[in-house]
């Protein structure tokens, strides 16, 4: 073998120092490439945020009236359906109200009875009235007649000036009896409409007063309901802080009833992250409760209509000397496929990352009507156990009303109700 064929062996063999120098730039070319592949096809269609949190409606339960509780039928963590019973105040100051405001509309509607009845009496008064001035005209007409006869009388001597005196004595006592008569019909005319102004255009049950101590009544009907606090909705309760035996006011915060079939997302991106998130994008969230092994899909809903920092208990007041700019944050919220969460259930207040995928741009920045439209639908129906349960209370009020009236009504004549 030639001294230059040994020569050319190590060269061909290589150098290892920079064979190792050139796959450590081979790695790091091809990781460029994929990150360069991966920000290009997924990534620029991505926005990332791990700043989210599940959130839902926390309806805190308080009473509408004061009293003492003598009974709690939920505890914390309870599942609760709309209008099982939780809290039970003493209802009895309000059953004692409630029997005083119906003696109170017994006793208007039999007050307001009477009233109607004076009307006939107060006709027949101005009758008798008016008969009197007949009477008192055809005396004045008599009298008038034999003072003239006299007066014609007395210059024959036939007729004494004694007798055409006495005859203008009963003159004047006959127009007297006739203004005397005409006053007595004024009197019971304005007592006529005094009695009248009372019951125009009214009948027994529309009086003003039968009103007024019906609406007594139903006011009382209603803070004897309120006693039995129930629940509003389906849910789970927390924060109870009631306890039997409490007096407590109206207002005071008994417990929460938390609708976890119904939590959403608050996402809060930053803000040049929200350049192109648009309504009704999809989006995918991992929780931390789970982990990565449960994905929920979701879609974003709608933009707040302003920054964390703008809605907070202080607001920062950025024209003050002493600022510092602060990247701020937008919360957007997202909705869940309901199915997923019966299956994975979830807690207020959970931390969650959401990726929304925001490759379509066709979606608008702002809520549009018809999505309004479809949360009001939501909501309406989220609340309507709460609105047949104040109508059915109303419809009650109504017939304890009704009854009391008829009973003290019984027996008043129609006409005379209606007039």
């Known amino acids: ?45 991505q926005e990332l945020t791990d700043n989210a949190y599940v959130q839902a409606n926390v309806i805190q339960i308080t009473p509408q009236i004061g009293g ?175 306890q039997i035996g409490q007096r407590v006011p109206a207002g005071v915060p008994f417990m929460a009833v938390i609708p976890l079939q119904d939590v959403w997302v608050d996402a809060n991106f930053k803000e040049v992250q929200l350049r192109q998130i648009r309504v009704g994008q999809p989006v995918t969230l991992i929780a931390d409760l789970y982990g990565s092994k449960v994905e929920y899909k979701g879609k974003v809903l709608g ?21 510092i700019k602060v990247v701020q944050r937008v919360p957007v919220r997202i909705a869940l496929d309901p199915q997923q969460i019966t299956e994975h259930p979830l807690r207020v207040g959970l931390s969650m990352e959401a990726i929304v995928d925001v490759t379509n741009q066709s979606g608008a920045v702002l809520t549009n009507p018809a999505a309004n439209a479809a949360q009001s639908a939501k909501a309406k129906a989220m609340n309507e156990a709460n609105a047949q349960q104040v109508l059915s209370f109303d419809a009650q009020a109504a017939q304890e009303v009704q009854k009391i009236i008829t009973a003290n009504l019984a027996a008043v004549p129609a006409k005379q109700s209606a007039q």
């Open 303 to 323: 933009l707040s209509a302003g920054t964390g920092a703008a809605f907070s208990l202080l607001p920062a007041q950025n024209a003050t000397g002493n600022w």
């Open 68 to 242: 003492t509780v003598i009974s709690v039928a939920a505890d914390d963590t309870d599942y609760v359906q709309a209008g099982q019973v939780l809290v039970q105040l003493d209802p009895s100051d309000a059953k004692t109200a409630l029997e005083q405001a119906q003696a109170n509309l017994a006793q208007v509607v039999r007050q307001v009875r009477s009233v109607y009845a004076n009307n006939n009496t107060l006709q027949a008064q101005l009758a008798v009235r008016q008969a009197d001035i007949a009477k008192a005209q055809t005396e004045v007409a008599r009298a008038q007649e034999d003072v003239s006869r006299r007066q014609a009388l007395v210059a024959t001597g036939a007729v004494s000036k004694e007798e055409l005196a006495h005859a203008n004595s009963l003159l004047i006592n006959a127009k007297n009896n006739l203004t005397a008569a005409n006053a007595g019909v004024n009197a019971a005319k304005q007592q006529l409409n005094s009695n009248q102004s009372m019951t125009d255009g009214t009948d027994v049950q529309t009086h003003p007063n039968v009103l007024i101590a019906a609406a007594k009544v139903k006011e009382a009907f209603l803070a004897l309901k309120r006693t039995t606090i129930t629940a509003p909705a389906n849910g789970y309760v927390a924060k109870r802080s009631i």
């Open 1 to 45: 073998m030639s001294t230059s064929t040994i020569n050319a062996l190590p060269d061909q063999a290589g150098n290892p120092k920079r064979k190792k120098a050139l796959s450590i730039i081979s790695i790091v070319v091809l990781l460029g490439l994929a990150y360069g592949g991966y920000e290009w096809f997924i990534g620029r269609n």
